[in-house]
């Protein structure tokens, strides 16, 4: 089995910060990339940003200046620094990894979701 947890989400007024956190755990051979969505009510879920295992990431033009992704050194962390942060930010954030697993000499890869973390930015 394989899990992703974040955390970190929570209340900030316009003009904060916020460092979410996403961690995989379980059966893991490796991860290629890590990412994170967002969800706000009424809306369709959107990629925020996202990272490969070389390090390339990948911003929605949005969060582009005002959010950073990295990825810890385990390379099974990611992590969403979001500065200046605007009430039309305020969704539910979720992690998504595409995590390659081994079963005896195969390797696939699966798609996992985290169960999200709420932001709300106040005005």
């Known amino acids: 089995q394989v899990q992703l947890v974040e955390s970190g989400g929570g209340l900030v007024q316009a003009g904060g910060s916020l460092r979410l956190s996403c961690a995989a755990s379980g059966s893991i051979f490796s991860i290629n990339v890590m990412g994170w969505y967002r969800q706000a009510p009424g809306k369709q879920r959107e990629l925020v940003a996202g990272?490969?295992?070389?390090?390339?990431?990948t911003y929605a033009d949005s969060v582009k200046g005002r959010f950073a992704i990295s990825r810890g050194n385990a390379k099974n962390t990611v992590y969403l620094q979001m500065n200046s942060l605007k009430p039309e930010d305020t969704a539910v954030y979720y992690c998504?990894?595409?995590?390659?697993?081994?079963?005896?000499?195969?390797?696939?890869?699966?798609?996992?979701w985290g169960k999200g973390t709420l932001v709300t930015v106040s005005s």
């Open positions: 990272i490969t295992s070389g390090g390339s990431t």
């Open positions: 998504n990894a595409d995590i390659q697993r081994k079963s005896g000499s195969y390797y696939y890869s699966t798609d996992y």
